[in-house]
């Protein structure tokens, strides 16, 4: 399948990002195999959205797509239709668990894993099919950082993490964090909507930061969890991290923060999603 790739303009963030690309490997897209009962999409009127940052793979993602599935995010409800946008995942572990679950999926590496030939990255998962790929280079800061864009059901789905850097030189965080937000904006521009954002922005300062700001005036047809944390740390320190975002949406998308960590140090945050067919 076709791949979109958006790289920034700036040679010295291409030289830094080609050097970290060429320790990673490649992007993959692994479909369900024909005859599962998967292998189309089911139909249903609605998507639900999962976003979530599994801290390096020790978030319980069986655990959460077990109770997705029964309905006990849903009102009692089993889910058919789902995806889940994942931050921090490994290559090896999560092609595994959407090949064991029956799931579409694609996997983009960001970096490679320290002492391990395994790398590290983004997925979306899915029970549709997945198509229109695109991956987004954002600007380098501390280390590379990607979007993952996808198409499921009708909707664009664009998975983010940006990055943690204290960006003292380049005009601290938040102007570190607005970069990525606008290389993002930018990029996706011309994706149609309806479209749903949504990742790990690290924003430290929460709604205040620049890039939540910018976001949010891109992509206004989400309403904001009301959740005060979405991450929590060391001695119980905790920040609003993690977002949502969407455009092409009447009336505003509903999100809400999960009732478990699951193992990660992020909360999962989950919206349900109109199908138009």
């Known amino acids: 399948m076709p791949v979109t790739w958006t790289l920034p303009d700036a040679a010295d963030h291409r030289h830094e990002l080609d050097l970290a690309c060429a320790s990673a490997g490649p992007v993959v897209v692994q479909g369900v195999e024909e005859g ?18 599994t ?3 020790r978030g319980n993602l069986s655990e959460l797509v077990a109770r997705l599935e029964r309905g006990e995010f849903t009102g009692n409800v089993p889910v058919a239709s789902f995806a889940l ?5 490994y290559r090896t572990s999560i092609l595994a668990f959407a090949r064991e679950r029956g799931l579409h999926a694609v996997y983009a590496p960001a970096r490679l894993r320290q002492g391990d030939a395994d790398d590290r990255g ?4 899915a029970t549709s099919p997945i198509a229109a ?28 993490h940006f990055d943690t850097a204290v960006g003292i030189l380049r005009g601290g965080p938040g102007p570190t ?8 904006i ?28 910018e976001l949010r005036r891109a992509f206004p047809d ?22 949502v975002f969407a455009k092409g949406f009447e009336p505003a998308l509903t999100i809400r923060r999960l009732d478990s960590r699951y193992g990660s140090d992020h909360w999962p945050l989950m919206t349900i999603v109109p199908i138009s067919r």
């Open 222 to 243: 989400a309403t904001a969890a009301a959740a005060r944390e979405t991450w929590r740390g060391p001695l119980r320190m905790g920040n609003k991290l993690d977002y």
């Open 177 to 184: 964090r607005r970069r990525q937000a606008r290389a993002v």
């Open 55 to 57: 801290y390096l793979g």
């Open 36 to 53: 599962d009962t998967r292998a189309e999409s089911k139909g249903g009127k609605t998507l639900v959205l999962v976003s979530w940052n």
């Open 133 to 160: 790929i695109a991956i987004v280079e954002l600007p380098f800061e501390k280390q590379r950082r990607i979007a993952l864009g996808a198409r499921v059901d009708g909707i664009e789905l664009v998975n983010v």
């Open 186 to 213: 930018d990029a996706v521009s011309d994706m149609p909507a309806p479209l749903v954002l949504a990742g790990d922005l690290n924003t430290w300062w929460g709604d205040d930061e620049p890039a939540v700001e």
């Open 85 to 89: 946008l994942l931050q921090e995942v």
């Open 122 to 125: 983004a997925a979306i998962l």
